[in-house]
């Protein structure tokens, strides 16, 4: 009987294993490899928070795209939505331990059905060391002194903790006020009442730090700092189309080209008193074709220029949760800073974080009782601490994209590429780590047509 690992068991994980045991045309052993306590959910479902919302509306969070309305109507089964008008339900958002729960149900499904797909599920909760291939083999040295062999691989790791910044002194980075993992309840809990707190970081990561901070009883100033300061927008006009752009968009390959139709469109909107918000919805379809068709030195440039605009557009907050962070700040409760951290020291007494102050132009200082890192993900493997995927990398089992956003591997097929350039065909990859190749790889809506993809190509070289 042929083998198959799956490496994570997060959604990504979790829906490719569905769909392997739905098509699935003979006998093979699927070994799910991954957490015991975020199995099925991975990070992003299974928060320290049930205040944690999506930040994508019911209607457009089914883990099957042939079947659109999957989640919608897994919620309006469940109790506490009984008699909740459908219309309504389809466009809120709702708590993410939830969506953790309908990937759970989903998983049990098709645990039932593998016995009759002749499908056996090895489940290991460890976490993969090493990797070694061998002609047609994949071996997995595993935290638990197990060695797993299989035909097929698949990396659906997500992503790697926040790197550390770049300062003088690395002492701080092993406090215990130092929380380089902001998912971890710990990042929000029994802080000193008495000082403030610091959050590295201005995205979506930090507003739901900056509220498990607030749940948790956390009553004194929050600041927050990063390069380009606080530009977390709302979700205003949800589910309203822009047809206009795609067909200009169309056959277009230069970055210059892109920004200037883009930025007369948004132009438009404005003029008619709305955002840029369905101006960039209605490129998402593109996103992944327009980015493959840049040049490396165009996503340079977009990166180093351009990301920093495109990110708040792109990735939304619910109206009532930017209207807390709005309150907040009100209240004197949470200060937004816009600069780059020079040094951090402690003593008995506090945190003294030395900073430039981007707006004011001067360097400044602030005294905290604890540092959070929500800086995002490290994407450089070579900077990625106790990481499977690093050798991986050193040996050359797979190789980094040019702008070492993820893995590089093949758009069509997802099999990852060696360090000579070569596809390997026994090693497939899924999710984040194709961020540099396609650049959108996070969201449900690509993940769950990945792990389509990548079941079939599975389920085709297993026949």
């Given at each position: 009987?042929?083998?198959?690992?799956?490496?994570?068991?997060?959604?990504?994980?979790?829906?490719?294993?569905?769909?392997?045991?739905?098509n699935?045309?003979?006998?093979?052993?699927?070994?799910?490899?991954?957490?015991?306590?975020?199995?099925?959910?991975?990070?992003?479902?299974?928060?320290?928070?049930?205040?944690?919302?999506?930040?994508?509306?019911?209607?457009r969070?089914?883990?099957?795209?042939?079947?659109?309305?999957?989640?919608?109507?897994?919620?309006?089964?469940?109790?506490?939505?009984?008699?909740?008008?459908?219309?309504?339900?389809?466009n809120?958002?709702?708590?993410?331990?939830?969506?953790?729960?309908?990937?759970?149900?989903?998983?049990?499904?098709?645990?039932?059905?593998?016995?009759?797909?002749?499908?056996?599920?090895?489940?290991?909760?460890?976490?993969?060391?090493?990797?070694?291939?061998?002609?047609?083999?994949v071996?997995?040295?595993?935290?638990?002194?197990?060695?797993?062999?299989?035909?097929?691989?698949?990396?659906?790791?997500?992503?790697?903790?926040?790197?550390?910044?770049?300062?003088?002194?690395?002492?701080?980075?092993?406090?215990?006020?130092?929380?380089?993992?902001?998912?971890?309840?710990?990042?929000?809990?029994?802080?000193?009442?008495?000082?403030?707190?610091?959050?590295?970081?201005?995205?979506?990561?930090?507003?739901?730090?900056?509220?498990?901070?607030?749940?948790?009883?956390?009553?004194?100033?929050?600041?927050?700092?990063?390069?380009?300061?606080?530009?977390?927008?709302?979700?205003?006009?949800?589910?309203?189309?822009?047809?206009?752009?795609?067909?200009?968009?169309?056959?277009?390959?230069?970055?210059?080209?892109?920004?200037?139709?883009?930025?007369?469109?948004?132009?438009?909107?404005?003029?008619?008193?709305?955002?840029?918000?369905?101006?960039?919805?209605?490129?998402?379809p593109?996103?992944q074709?327009?980015?493959q068709?840049?040049?490396?030195?165009?996503k340079?440039?977009?990166?180093?220029?351009l990301?920093?605009?495109?990110?708040?557009?792109?990735?939304?907050?619910?109206?009532?949760?930017?209207?807390?962070?709005?309150?907040?700040?009100?209240?004197?409760?949470?200060?937004?800073?816009?600069?780059?951290?020079?040094?951090?020291?402690?003593?008995e007494?506090?945190?003294?974080?030395?900073?430039?102050?981007?707006?004011?132009?001067?360097?400044?200082?602030?005294?905290?009782?604890?540092?959070?890192?929500?800086?995002?993900?490290?994407?450089?493997?070579?900077?990625?601490?106790?990481?499977?995927?690093?050798?991986?990398?050193?040996?050359?089992?797979?190789?980094?994209?040019?702008?070492?956003?993820?893995?590089?591997?093949?758009?069509?097929?997802?099999?990852?590429?060696?360090?000579?350039?070569?596809?390997?065909?026994?090693?497939?990859?899924?999710?984040?780590?194709?961020?540099?190749?396609?650049?959108?790889?996070?969201?449900?809506?690509?993940?769950?047509?990945?792990?389509?993809?990548?079941?079939?190509?599975?389920?085709?070289?297993?026949?």
């Amino acid at each position: 009987m042929r083998k198959l690992a799956i490496i994570g068991c997060g959604f990504s994980g979790t829906m490719t294993a569905v769909q392997l045991i739905k098509n699935a045309s003979q006998p093979f052993e699927l070994i799910m490899i991954g957490d015991r306590e975020t199995f099925n959910t991975g990070i992003a479902y299974n928060p320290y928070s049930k205040k944690q919302l999506l930040n994508v509306v019911t209607s457009r969070m089914s883990a099957f795209q042939d079947n659109p309305d999957d989640f919608l109507n897994w919620v309006s089964e469940l109790d506490e939505f009984s008699g909740t008008d459908k219309g309504i339900l389809a466009n809120a958002f709702l708590p993410r331990y939830l969506y953790g729960q309908y990937l759970r149900d989903i998983w049990k499904k098709a645990v039932q059905s593998s016995e009759a797909q002749k499908v056996k599920i090895t489940i290991i909760h460890a976490a993969v060391l090493d990797v070694d291939v061998s002609g047609d083999e994949v071996t997995l040295v595993l935290d638990n002194d197990e060695k797993v062999k299989a035909q097929y691989c698949v990396i659906a790791t997500g992503n790697q903790l926040p790197g550390n910044i770049d300062i003088k002194d690395k002492h701080f980075f092993s406090s215990a006020n130092y929380y380089r993992n902001p998912w971890d309840v710990s990042a929000v809990s029994n802080h000193d009442p008495t000082a403030p707190v610091l959050i590295l970081g201005n995205g979506l990561t930090m507003a739901d730090t900056v509220l498990g901070l607030v749940e948790n009883g956390f009553g004194n100033k929050i600041y927050t700092l990063s390069p380009h300061g606080y530009s977390i927008l709302p979700h205003k006009h949800p589910g309203i189309g822009y047809a206009a752009i795609k067909e200009e968009l169309q056959g277009k390959r230069s970055l210059y080209d892109i920004v200037r139709i883009v930025s007369k469109h948004i132009r438009v909107a404005r003029k008619l008193g709305f955002t840029a918000e369905p101006i960039i919805d209605a490129i998402r379809p593109l996103t992944q074709k327009l980015w493959q068709n840049l040049t490396d030195q165009e996503k340079r440039i977009f990166l180093s220029r351009l990301k920093h605009l495109w990110d708040p557009v792109r990735h939304r907050i619910p109206m009532h949760i930017h209207d807390k962070l709005g309150q907040l700040t009100e209240k004197g409760k949470l200060d937004q800073y816009a600069g780059k951290v020079l040094e951090i020291t402690e003593n008995e007494r506090n945190i003294r974080v030395r900073f430039f102050d981007i707006k004011q132009k001067v360097e400044t200082e602030m005294l905290v009782s604890a540092v959070i890192n929500c800086t995002g993900p490290v994407t450089d493997l070579v900077k990625a601490e106790s990481s499977f995927l690093k050798e991986c990398l050193i040996k050359g089992i797979i190789r980094q994209d040019d702008l070492k956003l993820g893995i590089m591997a093949d758009p069509s097929t997802f099999e990852v590429f060696n360090g000579v350039n070569e596809p390997q065909k026994n090693i497939l990859v899924i999710g984040s780590l194709l961020k540099g190749v396609l650049w959108e790889s996070t969201a449900v809506k690509e993940l769950r047509e990945q792990s389509e993809t990548v079941a079939r190509q599975l389920v085709n070289k297993m026949m």
